[in-house]
């Protein structure tokens, strides 16, 4: 099977996964709708989201990678309609209202300097390193939860089933890096796999406990949900 044959196989897949783990914000802004309210519920998850599916549809287009393109354009659209479900049923809309103001001057500043950028490789060198920086930072973050976990000896705070489904699209991203031969692609999702890995290996020594089990889903998708 040729190079060009795995990578639709391969990006077709992944891109699939994806966007099936960015439609879990369904379950969440339903909840708000059931509630009346989002409570104690941060809507940073939501904005992020935005900023980081934005940057990598950037990139795609820089590329001219079509897998890329398609799953952070479905996953544009979609935390952009979570993000005014959050405002809908925020108590803080004004406070809200300004996060999104910073994201959208965010988008706006990115998309202006690709504009004016006149060498191709320099834009995509560039946007590239803010992608694979930013998605770094953000995969990395679930590693402050193995001090609580070891602290606990408990697993009852980690979701397992999305930490599994992370560790697979993460994969399959990592493997369609190395078929593109993007390290852009390829080392923020390795990083990814990496930690989501680690985090299941947390259940193999740790119990979940059967008491109350109180996971953070909004947190979890955003995270699972903003690399491509």
């Not at 103001?101 to 191709?120: G, K, P, R, S």
């Not at 998708?221 to 903003?226: I, K, L, P, T, W």
Request: charged content about 10%; aromatic content about 10%; proline content about 3%.
């Amino acid at each position: 099977m040729s190079l060009a044959e795995w990578k639709t196989i391969v990006g077709t897949s992944a891109t699939i996964c994806l966007i099936i783990q960015f439609l879990t914000g369904i379950q969440v802004c339903a909840q708000f709708y059931k509630k009346k309210t989002t409570g104690d519920t941060s809507g940073l998850t939501f904005l992020v989201g935005v900023g980081m599916t934005y940057i990598w549809y950037s990139y795609g287009v820089l590329i001219q990678d079509f897998s890329i393109q398609l799953v952070n354009v479905v996953g544009l659209a979609l935390q952009v309609v979570y993000s005014f479900c959050y405002l809908a049923y925020s108590p803080a809309k004004c406070d809200t209202a300004r996060r999104m103001v910073v994201t959208i001057i965010f988008m706006l500043t990115v998309q202006t300097y690709i504009i004016l950028e006149e060498d191709i490789p320099t834009a995509q060198l560039r946007v590239g390193l803010l992608c694979s920086c930013l998605t770094g930072v953000y995969c990395s973050a679930p590693l402050a939860s193995l001090q609580h976990v070891c602290r606990t000896q408990s697993t009852a705070t980690l979701p397992f089933y999305l930490i599994m489904a992370t560790a697979a699209v993460t994969a399959q991203w990592s493997l369609y890096g190395v078929i593109i031969q993007d390290a852009v692609v390829l080392l923020p999702n390795l990083l990814g796999c990496v930690v989501a890995t680690a985090q299941l290996g947390l259940f193999c020594f740790f119990p979940q406990s059967d008491g109350d089990k109180q996971y953070d889903v909004l947190e979890m998708e955003a995270r699972d949900g903003n690399t491509a």
